[in-house]
């Protein structure tokens, strides 16, 4: 009964260093975001996909890329890791449209020094 | 410029009593509101919801109220366990879900 699952869950890079983080769900949903938590700033939204090869812009995608190659995979990478983006990051999914209950991952804690 | 607030970052209760939890919205244009629950060191979880056409949904001991024309939302855990002790986040939805920034919840047993 995985759900979302989120790899890493922890990382430390250092500025400039480049990383991807992978999202994977078993529950063939058509859509899946990646979100990430700052203090005081609740969730938000990076990156969405509405289908296998489809990617769009959320709130704050400066920094990210995403690409969504298979329907159960949706990856975040950072190309040149910056101290500002130290953060969780989570990844969802949700059956369609993005009212409908998000499923979350438990999260990657990511540090850039 | 958050359009999802939640005003109170913790709140405390006793075990028994009742929990509000308040949201408020900038944009008229939402249109599904949802509360989710998170544990430490885990991803949120859906907890429940309401559309912009209802007032009112109940589930258990949640419940969650919308007021459309003061742009406000509330939920209501009676009664309060220690096992709802966790961060609440409001959500609002149109074309993409906007949070608020979570209110944590502690319930004294």
Redesign the interface.
């Known amino acids: 009964n995985a759900g979302v699952t989120q790899t890493p869950k922890f990382r430390v890079l250092k500025t400039g260093q480049s990383m991807t983080l992978l999202c994977a769900q078993d529950m063939n949903h058509e859509y899946m975001y990646w979100y990430r938590q700052d203090p005081g700033m609740g969730l938000r939204l990076i990156h969405y996909s509405v289908g296998e090869g489809t990617t769009a812009k959320g709130e704050v995608p400066d920094g990210y890329n995403v690409s969504r190659l298979k329907k159960q995979n949706f990856l975040l990478g950072l190309e040149s890791a910056a101290p500002s983006q130290t953060s969780v990051y989570f990844c969802a999914s949700s059956y369609n449209r993005p009212n409908q209950p998000q499923h979350f991952g438990d999260g990657t804690r990511l540090s850039i020094l | 410029d ?1 359009q ?1 607030k ?1 005003n109170s ?1 913790s709140l405390s209760v006793q075990e028994g009593r009742i929990s509000i939890l308040n949201c408020d919205y900038t944009n008229s244009m939402f ?2 509101f ?1 509360w ?1 629950k998170k544990y430490p ?6 907890l429940i ?1 309401i559309s912009s056409i209802k007032d009112k949904n109940e589930d258990g001991r949640f419940t969650v109220f919308l007021n459309k024309s003061a742009k406000h939302l509330s939920l209501h855990i009676v009664p309060s366990q220690p096992g709802d002790s966790a961060v609440y ?1 409001c ?1 609002a ?10 209110t944590r919840l502690t319930v004294k047993p």
């Open positions: 958050q999802v939640q970052p249109d599904y949802l989710y060191a885990e991803g949120p979880t859906f919801s986040f959500a939805s149109n074309n993409d879900m906007r949070f608020g920034a979570g």
